[in-house]
């Protein structure tokens, strides 16, 4: 699999990302930064599907949100936003930003499972029911606080999840799915968990069923089957051993030991059976990696990141670049792609050489951003003076004092930028690691450019030639000669071009397809 993200025309489309439980949201971050380095769609729509809205991952995948579209909006102001962080991103759910299935419009306080069922009221007539409901769900179970997930008991969630169906949101999407061809649709989560596995297969169906006709509504047609794709994630983590075998409230905790039997039991759901996905992706570890802690949810449950949640978002951009699967195809079809060692590396991204160009030149990009305009994330204390007789800034005819003044835009890029170095860092501490960018080795102001992107060691000679940030100011003079007299815009696009100069010039093993999956 070899993903075209340059000139496949996904600049032009719109993906609609529904991102499931912990782990689907988890995948966000990266396509964020993917999205920021210019290898995003045109729009991209954001569902993001949890019952724990105090969960950990959605505070952080809210912030890198938040500051997403901050740092684009500043650089549009400028003219500037058809570069990097080219994608326009939007919330779908609304102001709300995450949808939870056990939302009650009345406002229910109490939010255990056998309440949110109306337990209470199966009684005469209906106690059959309770008592079949009583069954199947043992007390601890019943009486699990939902505001925490669903712990890895997805038939608990399939009870709440055909809510989306009612949803505004929900229509609204399904008739832009109608006015725009090309747009897909997308899920991402694990079906080894509780939220992801309880989601999974309610979302797909649902998206290609539509709405049926009610009082006061209009029918809506449901999505081509070809056009909505998913990425199932395998079990790639474990859990420690809790201090107790129960939850704070008495109800169950994650199991690891069930982790790949509960994914077995619904792989042939997705494979034999019509759950709406015309293409499928999945994405595991045969060495999952065990987690520091085993929290059941809320803001303690802070998983760290994983190189797979990398490969769930390059599925979805893959499917968004063909525009789904092609319709007389034999649906679903299924995709995969192999790494070839322990950590994955460069070799194993399923990218062409012009995307894996475009990544590799965005990470000298960002790279040299947090050396030569905010060190390590933080302000310069004299740009201005840095700047002075710099070639490229003046075959663009933009005075070094006019750039520093655009300083809603630059410190913007570099939060963004520094939040994507800790994340390749985290990466790359990670075991197994993800070996792109040696960021653990410390901040971007102590990794020389030449030493940026691993497998590639430099010679004494180019280690003398290449040892600090004037070489790839070198490239960006060069690129410069194309955009004279174009100021800040243009300066975008030198610093993307130049850096893509530098990246082939310093890595050509690494942005070659030699070694591609």
């Given amino acids: ?149 669903f712990r890895g008991v997805p038939s608990i969630g399939t009870v709440f999840m055909n809510r989306l169906r009612d949803e505004r949101f929900f229509a609204q999407l399904l008739s832009q799915g109608q006015t725009e061809a090309d747009a897909v649709f997308f899920a991402v989560g694990s079906i080894f968990g509780g939220t992801g596995s309880a989601a999974f297969p309610v979302v797909g169906r649902a998206l290609a069923d539509g709405l049926k006709e009610r009082e006061g509504t209009s029918a809506i047609a449901g999505v081509p089957p070809q056009r909505i794709g998913g990425a199932l994630f395998l079990p790639y983590f474990t859990l420690p051993a809790p201090d107790t075998r129960d939850a704070p409230d008495g109800g169950p905790r994650p199991e690891t030991v069930l982790f790949a039997q509960n994914a077995a039991g619904a792989l042939p759901t997705y494979l034999t059976t019509s759950t709406g996905y015309g293409g499928l992706y999945m994405v595991g570890d045969s060495e999952p990696r065990e987690q520091l802690k085993n929290e059941v949810g809320g803001e303690r449950q802070a998983n760290h990141a994983h190189y797979v949640e990398l490969f769930g978002a390059l599925a979805a951009l893959d499917f968004a670049s063909r525009s789904g699967e092609d319709a007389a195809a034999r649906l679903p079809v299924v995709r995969a792609t192999a790494i070839g060692g322990r950590d994955p590396g460069w070799a194993d991204l399923p990218l062409n050489a012009p995307s894996r160009a475009r990544l590799v030149g965005g990470i000298v990009a960002a790279h040299h951003f947090l050396n030569a305009f905010r060190p390590d994330g933080a302000a310069h204390p004299d740009l201005p003076a840095t700047l002075r007789g710099v070639t490229w800034l003046q075959l663009l005819k933009l005075k070094p004092e006019e750039l520093a003044a655009r300083t809603q835009a630059l410190d913007g890029m570099g939060r963004f930028f520094h939040a994507a170095w800790e994340w390749l860092a985290e990466m790359r501490r990670s075991s197994p690691a993800l070996a792109l960018v040696p960021a653990s080795s410390g901040p971007p102001t102590r990794i020389r450019p030449d030493e940026l992107v691993e497998g590639r060691g430099a010679s004494a000679a180019e280690r003398r030639s290449r040892h600090d940030e004037s070489m790839v100011f070198r490239h960006w003079n060069d690129a410069a000669w194309a955009h004279r007299g174009t100021g800040f815009r243009g300066f975008m696009q030198v610093m993307r071009e130049g850096s893509e100069r530098y990246a082939r010039a310093a890595f050509a093993e690494n942005v070659s397809l030699k070694g591609a999956a």
């Fill in 1 to 149: 699999m070899s993903t075209d993200l340059v000139g496949s025309g996904i600049a032009q489309r719109t993906l609609t990302y529904l991102a499931l439980g912990g782990s689907g949201i988890r995948s966000i971050e990266p396509l964020l930064y993917l999205c920021a380095f210019g290898l995003g769609p045109r729009q991209l729509r954001l569902v993001l599907i949890d019952p724990d809205q105090s969960n950990a991952a959605i505070k952080r995948a809210s912030e890198l949100i938040d500051l997403y579209r901050d740092t684009r909006a500043a650089l549009a102001e400028q003219g500037a936003a058809d570069v990097y962080f080219r994608t326009e991103v939007v919330d779908a759910v609304g102001s709300s930003l995450v949808w939870s299935p056990i939302t009650d419009d009345e406002g229910l306080a109490d939010a255990r499972f056998a309440v949110r069922v109306d337990r209470t009221l199966m009684r005469g007539r209906s106690a059959p029911l309770g008592h079949l409901f009583d069954l199947l769900n043992p007390e601890r179970v019943r009486n699990m606080d939902l505001t925490m997930g």
